[in-house]
């Protein structure tokens, strides 16, 4: 029986053993880690001319973590001189390859970059791509983080430090030492503290790879098991390269530091191969216990725990006399705290993961270390940020409103890359994505549709064709009789097509609509760009119709674009961990609409901002500064509407409240107020629109919308596709030419 028991008890073992065994095998040939995605903003260009004082680019640097250092000593370092900034760039790979560490001087004159010199090529430098700044990652369940190593990048002084402090017998044991024990308990009682562990980096590297935290002797007896597992299966390198990326050596809020590849960043803003031995020490000196030697809160602490470790470097001859006396005197040389959150612009970010998963996994973008790049624009977006807050502010103060939300999306004027963008008043909240997913009355924002729809039959529409202005009766589906009125409650008889947009009349665009067929309409939306499904009733013309802002987004898109449509879109490409590319989104541009009715569209819109709904824009705005937009009030006045653009960008603006209550806001009053304060902040161009060939301009007297020429009283020079234009003439036209040159042109 006793044999019996015994032989049961071996097979059991051996059976735990190869369970064992699977386990090590399975896990570390596999994925060893779950590599969180890394989401880029777009980087910062400079050059000379570009708009940018020094003190911004402080601040940019700031959040780009680079340190203030007059020597430049490594990467990711700068000092400001007078009016010059002396910087030494990160080193990073971009979708388009390498870029390396440059040393350069960027000189300003003003608020403007006047020159970028290269200080090692001794040249002028045309443009200077700064690594961009990390706006967010995609997790697992487990928030940790670490930047993957290989064993030759490692610095020789950290594997030299890191034998002598945990394990200086690595290359000798088979995965446990109970020599190394034994020392350990000695110096431990010796020293009245515990000064030194007695695991392996075997049995170190078991415990956090394979093992709960739990402390049992079951715990300890697998520890030792595994250890001799995986030094019988892998070499000693592999098992230091693998414990060099998995050691815990910090926290940054919910995210874990791991490996010694992101401590270096985290407590440096440096490159492992930049450490200096001071570094390195501090660094193995946290393996101990990251939380308790942590240099920022405990500096006293980090400063024994480091000079310990150059002790022991120094005992075993791998660091002479005179560089551990330096590297004692060295301070901790730590950066302030900077904390990198998961989700810097968790609306955005929404945008972005929601763009991924159209093509893939949910597990690829939270475990495969993918390098996301995108469009947004750090410096708008700030400004978006701060311009929003502050309008809500002032708006809630002086209507007496409270807690007012809001949604701005911000693209770049011809390529659609979205900019900027903010899902509610707080842009840090990860809640409810408004800019995404509130679907919203749009007012008087779909009015430009369907004066397109009319301006695309030249034949029968022009700029200034007659519209009727006056009341009108509808019967609903439902039976119910449906009387709309304009926002003044005045009818204004017969107008010319473009000042009824102007004023945005209500009673003439129904009155057009339904002339032109609301289904015509709905197609002209759908080649805007806009997918969401339209009910198919007159209250649409009015905005009925509802959408979120990145429908209108897409919709005024292509109305900017003359034409054009383009896909928004936030992400330029998509690496591998490795820096393979895997995904590339690349500009499309697909023409819906002929450009001449576009343009002919846009010079109202234009007057839109001018002399009519939109006008009070130019208290904010630069009277020279030529933009184009629309405001949008809906019923009630429960949601106040702008959509916009300049020369350089679009803006798209909602104000309201979520459940639906009156905000007392106009489109003007409201959201168009955000919308111009941030294109005060961040729009450079004026709008120039490219006229179409066939496009030609007329003087129309306005009080009998027939031709004239600029001596009428009334005459006004308006756009019209070549043909198009009334052939009758004014009676306010002289006879007779006003001057020889009129003279010679009516007869040659």
């Not at 170190?204 to 597992?229: D, G």
């Not at 400063?303 to 005197?329: E, F, M, P, S």
């Not at 009334?714 to 040159?741: D, N, Q, W, Y």
Request: with cysteine; glycine share 6%.
């Amino acid at each position: 029986m006793l044999w019996q028991g015994l032989a049961a008890a071996l097979f059991g073992f051996v059976v735990y053993l190869g369970y064992l065994n699977y386990t090590v095998r399975h896990q570390f040939e596999g994925r060893r880690w779950a590599l969180p995605a890394s989401v880029y903003a777009a980087p910062l260009e400079l050059y000379q001319g570009k708009t940018l004082s020094p003190s911004q680019l402080e601040r940019l640097l700031g959040q780009l973590n680079y340190r203030r250092d007059r020597q430049l000593s490594s990467q990711a370092s700068f000092y400001r001189k007078g009016s010059r900034l002396f910087v030494r760039t990160r080193a990073f790979h971009f979708p388009d390859g390498d870029q390396p560490s440059l040393r350069v001087s960027l000189r300003f004159r003003g608020a403007q970059i006047s020159s970028v010199y290269d200080l090692e090529q001794e040249t002028q430098l045309p443009l200077l791509r700064l690594d961009p700044v990390q706006i967010g990652s995609f997790y697992p369940g487990r928030k940790e983080d670490r930047t993957l190593i290989k064993l030759e990048q490692a610095p020789q002084i950290l594997i030299d430090a890191l034998l002598a402090v945990e394990d200086r017998n690595f290359y000798q044991h088979h995965g446990i030492s109970p020599r190394a024990i034994a020392r350990a308990l000695w110096a431990d009682i010796k020293a009245g503290r515990v000064v030194q562990g007695g695991s392996t980096i075997t049995q170190q590297l078991v415990k956090n790879f394979f093992l709960s935290p739990e402390r049992s002797i079951l715990r300890k007896i697998n520890e030792a098991l595994m250890a001799l597992i995986l030094e019988a299966r892998y070499s000693k390198d592999e098992i230091l390269e693998a414990y060099l990326n998995e050691i815990y050596l910090g926290q940054d809020g919910a995210r874990s530091i791991h490996g010694f590849g992101l401590a270096s960043e985290f407590y440096f803003s440096r490159p492992l191969s930049d450490l200096e031995p001071h570094h390195i020490a501090l660094l193995v000196g946290l393996v101990r216990g990251p939380i308790y030697y942590n240099p920022r809160t405990h500096p006293k602490r980090a400063i024994r725990r480091r000079n310990l470790v150059l002790d022991l470097l120094y005992r075993q001859g791998k660091i002479d006399a005179k560089t551990l006396a330096q590297a004692k005197r060295k301070p901790l040389d730590v950066t302030p705290y900077f904390h990198r959150p998961s989700a810097r612009h968790p609306a955005f970010l929404d945008l972005v993961k929601r763009q991924l998963g159209l093509e893939y996994q949910e597990e690829d973008l939270t475990s495969e270390g993918l390098k996301i790049f995108t469009s947004l624009d750090t410096q708008i977006q700030d400004a978006l940020e701060q311009v929003a807050k502050r309008t809500l502010k002032g708006l809630e103060k002086g209507y007496r409103l409270k807690q007012l939300e809001t949604s701005v999306i911000v693209t770049q004027q011809g390529s659609g890359e979205i900019v900027a963008l903010i899902g509610g008043r707080d842009p840090r909240n990860a809640g409810f994505n408004r800019a995404l997913d509130s679907v919203r009355p749009v007012g008087s924002l779909i009015k430009p549709a369907v004066y397109l729809t009319a301006l695309e039959q030249p034949e029968r529409y022009t700029i200034v064709s007659p519209l009727e202005d006056k009341p009108v009766t509808l019967k609903n589906p439902d039976g119910s009789v449906w009387r709309p009125k304009n926002y003044d409650h005045k009818t204004h008889g017969t107008v010319p097509l473009y000042q009824a947009l102007v004023h945005s009349y209500n009673l003439a665009t129904i009155h057009l609509g339904l002339k032109l067929g609301l289904s015509h309409i709905a197609q002209t939306l759908h080649r805007l760009g806009v997918e969401r499904s339209v009910k198919l009733y007159p209250s649409m013309l009015l905005g009925a119709a509802s959408m979120t802002p990145l429908d209108v987004t897409q919709m005024y898109q292509t109305l900017a674009n003359q034409g054009f449509a383009t896909p928004l879109r936030a992400i330029h490409a998509v690496l591998s961990n490795d820096n393979e590319p895997l995904q590339r989104y690349p500009l499309t541009i697909r023409q819906t609409i002929d450009p001449a009715p576009v343009f002919i569209l846009n010079t109202i819109l234009q007057q839109v901002v001018r002399e009519g709904t939109g006008a009070s824009a130019y208290s904010i705005l630069p009277k020279d500064f030529t933009v184009a937009g629309k405001t949008g009030t809906t019923n009630d006045l429960r949601d106040s509407w702008f959509a916009g653009f300049s020369g350089d960008y679009l803006a798209v603006a909602w104000i309201g409240h979520d459940d639906n209550r009156p905000t007392r806001l106009t489109g003007a009053r409201g959201a168009l107020q955000l919308w111009a304060l941030l294109m005060r902040k961040i729009s450079r161009q004026p709008l120039l629109l490219t006229q179409p060939d066939d496009i030609e301009w007329v003087w129309i007297d306005t009080a009998t919308r027939l031709r004239a020429d600029e001596t009428c009283p009334h005459a006004r020079r308006l756009p019209f596709v070549i043909g198009s234009a009334p052939k009758e003439t004014s009676p306010c036209m002289s006879s007779f030419p006003t001057s020889p040159k009129r003279w010679f042109e009516n007869w040659f």
